[in-house]
């Protein structure tokens, strides 16, 4: 399986000439999700969730389909029938030759006066690779590899570590990162890599890795 990272939270995975995408949102390219035969969506916060790139993708290809949680598919169900699909924590199906389980119900507290919002995280080909979305989701199965939301106003580096930790993967590739200055990249790098307990890397927008 191919991975690119694009910009902020979002990625591509290929595999079999096919192509699924997560979270194409507005902190990513503009045709972050041109191309995708599926297109999974983690929650509605802007940043995850973009409907110009969702619609740009979807009428690009026709036989592309997206799923995610309500509050996102009642946003763009309408315009594509039969093409947005609601999911949530425990669901399992297959979207363009992935095998996708949902895991997570909650985005991650950014602060208590705030109201929660549903989150999901999508678990992709048996644990080859976990997308938490916003959130610090452990699922209950071995991860190959994390996609590591290595910095947001929800979260510090120390609960990243813990993070990387307990899911224990194969190997953590940096999402969620736009926010995240050049001058504090190294400190980050050092510091998940030195003490997360697993293979920490980090790619540029654009950069791929077989995973």
């Known amino acids: 399986m191919k991975l690119t990272k694009k910009s902020h939270a979002c990625v591509r995975l ?3 000439g096919r192509t699924l995408v997560i979270d194409p949102g507005g902190f990513s390219e503009q045709d972050a999700a041109v191309g995708a035969d599926a297109i999974l969506v ?9 409907e110009g790139r969702l619609r740009a993708a979807l009428e690009a290809n026709p036989g592309a389909a997206v799923w995610t949680l309500k ?15 609601t999911v ?3 669901d399992t199906f297959t979207a363009a030759g992935f095998d996708v389980q949902v895991h ?4 991650a507290v950014i602060h208590p006066d705030i109201p929660r919002i549903t989150n999901v995280g999508y678990l992709v080909d048996g644990g080859r690779v ?5 959130a610090l989701t452990v699922p209950d199965h071995p991860v190959d590899t994390l996609l590591l939301p290595v910095m947001a106003p929800w979260n ?7 993070y990387v930790r307990e899911v224990r993967p194969q190997r953590a590739y940096d999402v969620h990162d736009a926010l995240l200055t050049d001058l504090a990249r190294p400190i980050y790098d050092r510091q998940i890599g ?7 890397q980090r790619l540029t927008p654009g950069a791929s890795a077989e995973v």
């Open 14 to 16: 290929e595999k079999d």
């Open 42 to 50: 983690t929650h509605e916060h802007p940043d995850h969730f973009d």
């Open 71 to 85: 509050s996102v598919a009642e946003q763009i169900a309408a315009a594509f029938p039969g093409r947005v699909h």
């Open 88 to 90: 949530g924590h425990g």
């Open 104 to 107: 997570g119900e909650l985005h």
């Open 130 to 134: 976990f997308h938490p979305g916003d």
């Open 156 to 162: 510090k580096i120390s609960e990243v570590i813990d």
């Open 194 to 200: 030195a003490l997360g307990g697993t293979d920490h």
